[in-house]
């Protein structure tokens, strides 16, 4: 069984930083690609950031030069390192991963960015 906990969500004021956490519970995780998705109020979920087994990254055009993901694969963890935060970052931020063709979500941590 997989499970995945984000942690580190929070309020900040444009210009600010956050820092995501997501630790994966399971048998899976140095050879799986993790993504973060988020989702705004009355808006549809959409992928911020990727990053492979190999460590390969990808982002969403809208952050890139402003979030960084990473992973420590012997701790089982990713992480979203969230600078130069805007009001538009505003949503319930949620770690993803696919294992087996079984897509897991974890709960989601807020991320409030006022202006």
């Known amino acids: 069984q997989v499970r995945l906990v984000e942690s580190g969500g929070g309020s900040v004021q444009a210009g600010g930083s956050l820092r995501l956490s997501c630790v994966v519970a399971?048998?899976?995780?140095?050879?799986?690609?993790m993504n973060w998705y988020r989702q705004a109020p009355g808006k549809q979920r959409e992928l911020v950031a990727t990053i492979t087994g190999t460590y390969n990254t990808n982002y969403k055009d809208s952050v890139k030069g402003r979030f960084t993901i990473s992973r420590n694969n012997a701790k089982k963890t990713v992480h979203l390192q969230m600078s130069s935060l805007k009001p538009e970052d505003t949503a319930v931020y949620y770690c993803?991963?696919?294992?087996?063709?079984?897509?897991?979500w974890g709960q989601g941590t807020q991320v409030t960015v006022s202006s």
């Open positions: 993803h991963t696919v294992h087996y063709g079984v897509a897991y």
């Open positions: 399971g048998t899976m995780f140095s050879g799986n690609t």
